[in-house]
């Protein structure tokens, strides 16, 4: 099914731009609009032919064969609709953007919440181990040597979220996160939390 994005006569328009840039066959077609949307959108040969056979009916665009491949061309009909529908071609793009950043604003939010956490559990932990040392040297030394993995934790966690949101800001950039991207981040916090919070030591 098209995305919201494509509007009423939107994935048509978007074809004949992709169209008058180069020659195509549908395949490349579809491989190009998936790579437009970093992978958010992939039609299926389904969307984009009947469309094709759209824009051939209405001489916007021109087939040929080539060996086992039609390709399609723009005509020069097509390159004057394209003309006189610009503004409508670069709202396409900008709501292909705001989409790409509300998915990435997203996993940072989650990031975000996961790793403060995260740190809770490690604050909570370095005072359970404070209320439970004595005077003794070696209890101190225990409970210091806490408190410094405490703080190693705490500056690998601001490392990791600061890494992450570089590369949440690189890959938004090519239009590259996804829902999926997403839930694979919260699945893969939830069980790294879990996993850290049973690893730690438990009081007799």
Known sequence: MTPPV????????????????????????ITALSDRFGGTYSPSAGTI????????????????????????????A??????AREPE????????TDSVRRLADEVR????????SLRADLASAARDARRSGTTTRASDSVTSETNRAVRDADVAINEFRQQLRTDLR?????GGVTDANVNLLRQRLVELRTE?????PTKD
Do not use: C, W
């Open 89 to 96: 071609l670069a709202g396409i793009e900008d709501e292909v």
């Open 170 to 174: 690189l890959q938004a950039a090519r």
């Open 6 to 29: 494509f509007a009423h006569g939107n994935l048509r328009l978007y074809l004949l731009s992709l169209l008058a840039e180069q020659p195509r066959h549908g395949y490349e077609l």
């Open 196 to 200: 850290f919070v049973d690893s730690l």
């Open 49 to 76: 032919y009947p469309r094709l056979a759209k824009l051939e009916e209405e001489g916007l665009v021109t087939k040929s064969t080539d060996g086992r491949k039609t390709v399609y061309e723009i005509t020069d």
């Open 109 to 116: 939010s989650e990031v975000s919440s996961a790793m403060k």
């Open 78 to 83: 097509g390159r004057a609709e394209l003309a």
